[in-house]
């Protein structure tokens, strides 16, 4: 049983300590589907951080969205300081995946942005899951993707000690070995460097080096440093060092591999001729070859993960290894880990629907010479290959779906289920009043003495009413474009707005979310990417533009989710704009209202006066900040003294070492230095837009 201590000041009130107590019980008795149903604000991700730390199991948090797994991560970062809390999403920033359109015959490559620091936090989950128990990785749906095999990664990795009989060139062909790249110049994540006796490495995981000093053959002395200011941390006796890559293949295995790939080829060849399909087997013959060239001499081409199936040795249409592979397992091979999955309604049919998608894609790509057959098992597994591959589950949600509740609920389930209500919040908030105002704009009636703007100019005028209070709003629209077109109208009207949806790089999302909540904008207008899990407590009105278009967008779950945005705020309100009050509509007022009335005769018979949420604004890119950033505020933190001594001194150095660092190429030094100066001239103005570090 692995150490879970939860540090907090709060204690389960409410609903949380039946639901934490029947949610533990439920484990205990060996339910394999358990759901939390809990409302917007009663605090899901405090019950379920409790129910962790009573049962003792690493736990996968599963989310569907980025941005949504981002805050997850900071909450149970901060529930759990002293275990480790890690972040695992897709590292693209962007992706366009490899596809035929046969209809035009247009063949779209593969286009991808991969972001290192993501990359990072990846290699930080899977190195803790293999080395330690008290473990919460918070993924998205991408933990169901194709990762590398945890016995091959596992398998190579390397514990260097001091003491140990090793060389210069030895260590070198060790890293190199486990995919590590040799460089000359500054040393980033999966990097190492040779420096006479001593070699330097920055492992995969965190931005630390270690410095290897050798002498006659052995390790004397290993020392642990800090990769920007050099200071020496401490002196080490051991460190492990895992590979630079997920997928992890030995030299016999990749010979092997490409000798399958052959096979695969001309019996693809053999089939395309015999069905006279001349023009796909030139096709196939050639892109095969030339990646089967590049494998051979470097090791690696674009699209190498479309024989992943080769390199694993997998048999045809076997599961690949996941993230999930990496969790541990008891003897018979069943899952020994605890499961959530955040925002079901939303997130267990994200993960049904991926294969399906996937496979489609695929068969286009394979049907017409582009991709192997093999390239079909390069996939995110099924939904009852990913049922086989956890454990206990608990499915948290304000509307579970149809799934989870035909799982949980003992009376559709034979009594192996358990659904935990939670629908009083402990900070005594209720549900928010909810009004429902016209779309359309009407012309001043004499009779009536009164018209009506429409629901666009509605919204500016309640907006502004809150926005002076110093609240904060969200508008919700049916398009990326709407919400484009209205931020943009804000801000002609001199209104702090900002649009937010899914184009948005993820930690752009993250930042602009964390600017909302501290003031730099009143104003986020998105689409459904503000629904689900969201924690802006500053929100005191909600503006559901065309409420009345029923769809996805204005279903009965949808609505719900939405309007508990406003459930964070003592005095949060929403407006459903509607010429119209459609059935997802009615279905939506009349269970806010149930729980609303359960709520105040909850209050009302405890006594309980309602508070607004206080939360502190953090979040996951104070973790995750660029390098030349972080860069950047220590080297004023470490010239502080000298600035202090003699700033026009320190200028003049920094300015040579910054022409210096021009003359020899090194533009990422000279672009750091660049700006250190610019800091140091505001300082010595008495202004100054980065703050140190402080020691």
Not at 31 to 53: E, P
Not at 71 to 84: G, I, T
Not at 290 to 303: F, K
Request: overall charge neutral; glycine content about 6%.
């Amino acid at each position: 049983m692995a150490n879970f201590k939860i540090f907090t000041k709060f204690k389960p009130a409410g609903d949380q300590p039946k639901a934490i107590e029947d949610l533990v019980g439920g484990i205990k008795k060996g339910f394999r589907h358990q759901t939390l149903l809990g409302v917007t604000g009663s605090g899901k991700t405090f019950t379920a951080a409790n129910v962790i730390a009573a049962i003792g199991k690493p736990t996968l948090v599963i989310a569907h969205n980025k941005t949504l797994a981002a805050q997850l991560a900071q909450e149970y970062r901060e529930f759990f300081p002293d275990n480790a809390v890690h972040y695992f999403v897709s590292y693209y920033d962007f992706y366009q995946p490899e596809a035929y359109l046969p209809v035009t015959d247009t063949y779209i490559e593969k286009e991808a942005q991969i972001n290192e620091e993501i990359e990072r936090l990846r290699h930080a989950s899977t190195q803790a899951l293999l080395t330690r128990r008290d473990c919460i990785i918070v993924a998205s749906v991408s933990c169901i993707y194709g990762l590398g095999s945890p016995v091959e990664y596992e398998k190579v990795n390397l514990r260097i000690q001091k003491e140990m009989v090793a060389d210069r060139a030895d260590l070198i062909r060790k890293f190199i070995h486990i995919y590590f790249d040799r460089t000359n110049a500054d040393l980033t994540p999966g990097q190492f460097r040779a420096l006479g006796n001593a070699v330097e490495i920055m492992p995969v995981n965190e931005r630390i080096i270690y410095k290897m000093d050798l002498v006659e053959g052995k390790i004397e002395k290993i020392l642990k440093i800090d990769a920007i200011t050099r200071r020496i941390i401490e002196e080490v006796e051991v460190f492990f060092l895992f590979p630079a890559k997920h997928f992890v293949t030995p030299e016999d295995e990749r010979v092997r591999a490409i000798e399958d790939i052959k096979n695969e080829l001309e019996e693809r060849l053999a089939q395309f001729k015999k069905e006279g399909k001349l023009l796909e087997a030139e096709r196939i013959k050639r892109r095969t070859n030339y990646d089967l060239a590049l494998i051979r001499e470097i090791g690696y081409c674009n699209g190498i993960e479309n024989y992943s199936r080769h390199f694993s040795g997998k048999k045809e249409g076997e599961p690949p290894d996941t993230l999930l592979s990496y969790f541990p397992h008891n003897k018979d091979g069943s899952a020994d880990f605890l499961t959530i999955i955040d925002e079901s309604h939303v997130t267990v049919p994200q993960i049904g629907g991926m294969y399906a998608g996937d496979a489609s894609r695929k068969q286009n790509l394979v049907e017409h010479g582009f991709r192997l057959p093999s390239a079909r098992d390069n996939r995110p597994l099924r939904f009852d290959e990913f049922q086989e591959r956890i454990g206990q589950t608990i499915y948290t949600s304000a509307t579970p779906g149809k799934f989870e509740m035909e799982h949980s609920d003992p009376s559709r389930n034979s009594g192996q289920g358990l659904v935990a209500e939670q629908l009083i919040r402990p900070t005594g908030l209720v549900d928010p009043m909810i009004e429902v105002k016209p779309v359309i704009e009407k012309p001043f009636d004499k009779a009536q003495g009164r018209g009506y703007k429409g629901q666009i100019q509605d919204f500016i005028e309640q907006a502004e009413i809150e926005v002076k209070k110093g609240n904060r709003v969200i508008a919700t629209t049916l398009t990326k474009k709407m919400a484009e077109d209205l931020s943009e109208y804000l801000k002609e009207k001199k209104i702090k707005a900002e649009y937010l949806h899914s184009e948005i790089q993820t930690l752009d999302r993250i930042q602009i979310l964390t600017e909302f909540r501290k003031g730099k904008f009143d104003i986020i207008v998105g689409v459904n990417l503000l629904r689900e899990g969201l924690d802006l407590p500053e929100v005191t009105l909600i503006g559901i533009l065309d409420a009345d278009r029923e769809g996805f967008l204005r279903s009965e779950t949808s609505l719900i989710q939405t309007i508990g945005r406003a459930a964070r705020n003592i005095d949060g309100r929403v407006i459903l704009y509607a010429d119209h009050v459609t059935g997802s509509m009615e279905k939506a007022m009349s269970e806010t209202k149930r729980r609303r009335d359960l709520q105040i005769a909850y209050n009302t018979k405890h006594g309980i006066t309602p508070k607004t949420i206080i939360k502190a604004i953090q979040d996951i890119t104070d973790q995750i900040e660029s390098e030349h950033a972080k860069t950047l505020k220590t080297l004023l933190q470490f010239d502080e003294a000298r600035f202090q001594k003699n700033p026009k001194k320190l200028i003049e150095e920094k300015q040579k070492q910054m022409n210096n660092a021009v003359k020899v190429l090194d533009f990422e030094t000279a672009a750091i230095l660049r700006d250190e100066i610019k800091e140091l001239l505001l300082k010595m103005e008495g202004k100054s837009s980065v703050k140190a570090k402080k020691k």
